[in-house]
């Protein structure tokens, strides 16, 4: 029991301690202006009853200490249940993310589960651009691609675009980054010419031996890979789901420097 305790315990303190992983690509493509890119990424942050305001405000002045020229949420930024976010004002914390690009973010399942359209309501009122199943052009320099969650057909009947059809318009020749919470089906971004793509959901497994259940589930469980010309990051995420423990992994925000020719 008393060793039980003690690993719960280093657990409970592992998920309140997030590091900061950081990553450097070099893009094969020619952008105007600036030829780097700071781009502070984060999933996974499950706002609500268990990540509140203390974890709300490490996640601002974490992101905010690295500078970034663009956040990006790659889903489940709330929890199921929006009503502990709006009483805590949780919101108040997201508008103080100081990024000159912007904040920009996608659904994930737990946005699903707990209803997606006053999430994302609640989440744009406060500084956060939503891009669901769209492209949007960045500074004149690069695309943002954002994906609705594969679980949108589970919890509304409606299926989200195909990449494909997402993409037809996006011009090639400028950086394309993609965020799609679940990383299945990577080929897909492969195909289509992505440069980055963006993932979490995994947790990697969070509790430990469960990693080696989502490292059978995906290709990428945790952590980056280059396939083809496109490169993969999947992050253990932010906060937690159920317990406020992790054991075998870290929680992260992660600092990729983009380079472009």
């Known amino acids: 029991m008393g060793v039980v305790a003690l690993v719960v315990i280093a657990g409970f303190i592992n998920a309140r301690n997030p590091r900061i992983k950081k990553l450097e690509l070099h893009i094969a493509k020619s952008v105007t202006g600036e030829k780097s890119l700071n781009v ?17 405000n490490r996640l601002v002045e974490t ?3 690295l500078h970034p020229d663009i956040v990006l949420f790659a889903g489940d930024v709330v929890d199921e249940d929006l009503a502990p976010v709006i009483k805590n004002n949780l919101g108040a914390n997201l508008i103080r993310i100081k ?3 912007g904040v920009f973010a996608i659904t994930g399942n737990h946005e699903y589960i707990g209803g997606a ?13 939503m891009v669901r199943d769209t492209a949007v052009l960045v500074d004149g320099r690069f695309w943002i691609v954002g994906r609705d969650d594969r ?3 589970r919890f509304t009947g409606k299926k989200r675009r195909e990449l494909a059809d997402i993409m037809q318009h996006v011009v090639h020749n400028c950086p394309i980054i993609l965020m799609d919470h679940q990383p299945f089906n990577l080929e897909k971004a492969v195909e289509q010419g992505v440069d980055l793509q963006l993932s979490g ?3 990697h497994g969070q509790l430990w031996p469960f990693n080696y259940i989502t490292t059978s589930m ?4 945790y952590g980056y890979k280059l396939i083809g010309k496109t490169h993969f990051y999947v992050s253990s995420g932010f906060g937690t789901w159920g317990p406020p423990v992790r054991l075998g992994n870290r929680p992260e925000i992660v600092q990729i420097i983009m380079k472009f020719d």
């Open 40 to 56: 502070v990424m984060a999933s996974d942050i499950h706002l609500g009853t268990l990540i509140a305001k203390r974890k709300a």
């Open 117 to 129: 359209e006053a999430a994302v309501k609640y989440l744009g009122e406060h500084g956060i651009t």
């Open 151 to 153: 679980d949108k057909s």
């Open 63 to 65: 992101i905010n200490s």
């Open 99 to 101: 990024a000159k690009l």
């Open 201 to 203: 959901h995994t947790h």
């Open 218 to 221: 995906y290709e990428i469980s």
